[in-house]
């Protein structure tokens, strides 16, 4: 998402926040402040009730990206290539470059998450029952109690069975597992994934309708995510499947135009970029050799007063950042590793030598898998 802040690394993994955790926040927060611990604890000042409120939106946030974590680590210990974490208005997201490659990995990296929810849960608990036995406050026992609650439904929801739930993921592990067939499997948890969202999005209908308010209205939500989320997935496995067994030599163009780094923006332009079609073009280095990839996005964003100026090696991606495959590799091997970055571009190598480029337009769409997790609730139901 283009709204996404960075926030450093976690454990070595990307941390991002889109903006639209605030929605979530303020949802959790204006639920306890405003109902759920003014019945559990009566008789505080309003802005303690906020503060408790606020308290506990922001640990469960934490306990949203424990469960991320707990999915990156199994991930990266089973040599699953892991891009990021992300919160956002429906949850967490664990971004990954490659898939598992045994059911029984896929297994383990899905469970690992709902497992810490619920560990989470249960710890939570302990400290509730801890804190009141230790006479503190009902109003932070409050919050325990509610970060207890909020933890198990968030470990319970996102194990139903359907991509792109970790509960699908669980689905296709098993069906993978029982068939030996990684496609049909991730296509039956695709297709559990679209039923279970219709189911979501009919049960939220009647909830709102019959007036529960909020919390059928975000179960619409949710349901209308998943759907959207769940039909992208099941395009991509049907690209995958039909991409499979297609070479990089296959769809690449070759002999790909090239150009000296050395020049400036504006004599590259002139030279090589008027009256020619192509978008991008690999960089030749002092030696001849290709060291990096320019396109005509980044030629365009120097300003015109600066492309006398400029040279084009000082704008290029680095070679060390553009994708490379060698012909005979297989095309999906290469999808996983596309990047946006390079507007979805790669270089071919053969023998060290540049042979041919791929462009968005050789291939249908890129690869992007994500595991989702969804926030069972995030409203107060009257
Ligand atoms: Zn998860």
Same mark, same amino acid.
């Given at each position: 998402m283009g709204d996404d802040i960075q926030l450093g690394r976690l454990a070595g993994f990307p941390l991002r926040v889109n903006w639209s955790v605030l929605v979530v926040l303020w949802l959790f927060t204006w639920s306890l402040a405003g109902h759920t611990l003014p019945v559990d604890a /009566?008789?505080?000042?309003t802005a303690t009730y906020w503060l408790a409120g606020l308290a506990g939106a922001v640990v469960f946030l934490g306990s949203i990206l424990t469960h991320e974590l707990a999915h990156a680590l199994v991930a990266r210990r089973s040599g699953v290539e892991v891009k990021g974490l992300t919160l956002w208005m429906f949850g967490g997201i664990a971004s990954f470059g490659s898939e598992a490659k045994t059911p029984r990995d896929d297994f383990r990296i899905a469970a690992a998450g709902p497992a810490t929810s619920l560990i989470l849960a249960a710890v939570f608990a302990g400290v509730a029952i801890g804190l009141d036995a230790f006479g503190v406050a009902h109003i932070v026992v409050g919050v325990a109690w509610w970060l207890a609650g909020i933890n198990l439904l968030l470990g319970l929801f996102n194990l139903?069975?359907?991509? /792109?739930l970790d509960g699908g993921r669980v689905l296709r592990a098993y069906l993978w597992h029982r068939h030996g067939d990684v496609t049909r499997a991730a296509l039956g948890a695709t297709r559990a994934g679209r039923v279970l969202a219709f189911g979501l999005i009919a049960l939220g209908l009647v909830e709102f309708l019959a007036g529960y308010g909020l919390g059928g209205l975000w179960m619409v939500f949710i349901g209308w995510f998943l759907l959207t989320a769940a039909r992208a997935e099941e395009a991509q496995v049907l690209t995958r499947q039909a991409l499979a067994g297609i070479r990089v030599a296959d769809v690449m163009s070759t002999d790909p135009h090239t150009g000296p780094g050395w020049l400036t923006v504006d004599a590259f332009i002139e030279r090589y970029v008027l009256g020619d079609r192509h978008s991008a073009y690999p960089v030749e280095g002092p030696d001849g050799g290709i060291d990096g990839l320019i396109t005509l996005a980044q030629l365009r964003a120097v300003p015109s007063v600066e492309r006398a100026t400029t040279r084009v090696r000082d704008v290029a991606i680095p070679l060390a950042d553009v994708p490379t495959a060698t012909?005979?590799?297989?095309l999906t091997g290469l999808l996983e590793h596309l990047s946006p970055d390079t507007g979805g571009r790669a270089l071919i190598f053969d023998d060290g030598r540049l042979v041919g480029i791929i462009t968005p337009t050789d291939i249908a769409r890129t690869i992007d898998i994500r595991g989702f997790d969804v926030l069972p609730s995030a409203g107060h139901r009257h």
């Open positions: /009566p008789g505080h000042p139903l069975p359907g991509a /792109p012909p005979d590799q297989p």
